[in-house]
Nanobody, 120 residues
Framework: QVQLVESGGGLVQAGGSLRLSCAAS????????MGWYRQAPGKQREMVARIIGGGTTNYADSVKGRFTISRDNAKNTVLLQMNTLRPEDTAVYYC??????????????WGQGTQVTVSS
């Protein structure tokens, strides 16, 4: 089994910054894509940013230029630096990862989520 543990959420005023982190642990051979998703009440979950092992990144248009995703493959950790936060960024943020647990087993995992609240 694999666990994803997030940290760094909180309350911040518009224009402020937060840094989220997520660490994968357990029966891990390797971690492939890691990313951050968010979901606000009444809305569907959306991708915020993701990063592949080689460093290729993808961002939602709404966060480009403000958020930066990075990872430490040796530590199976992904970070999300969030700058110039806006009230519309308020949501529960979830870590997600594709994990190889054996050469024949690859599963997708979700963290429990961390609340990010941006006040106007």
């Amino acid at each position: 089994q694999v666990q994803l543990v997030e940290s760094g959420g909180g309350l911040v005023q518009a224009g402020g910054s937060l840094r989220l982190s997520c660490a994968a642990s357990g029966s891990i051979v390797s971690v492939y894509v890691m990313g951050w998703y968010r979901q606000a009440p009444g809305k569907q979950r959306e991708m915020v940013a993701r990063i592949i092992g080689g460093g290729t990144t993808n961002y939602a248009d709404s966060v480009k230029g403000r958020f930066t995703i990075s990872r430490d493959n040796a530590k199976n950790t992904v970070l999300l630096q969030m700058n110039t936060l806006r009230p519309e960024d308020t949501a529960v943020y979830y870590c997600n990862a594709d994990v190889e647990e054996s050469k024949l087993t690859r599963r997708n995992y979700w963290g429990q989520g961390t609340q990010v609240t941006v006040s106007s």
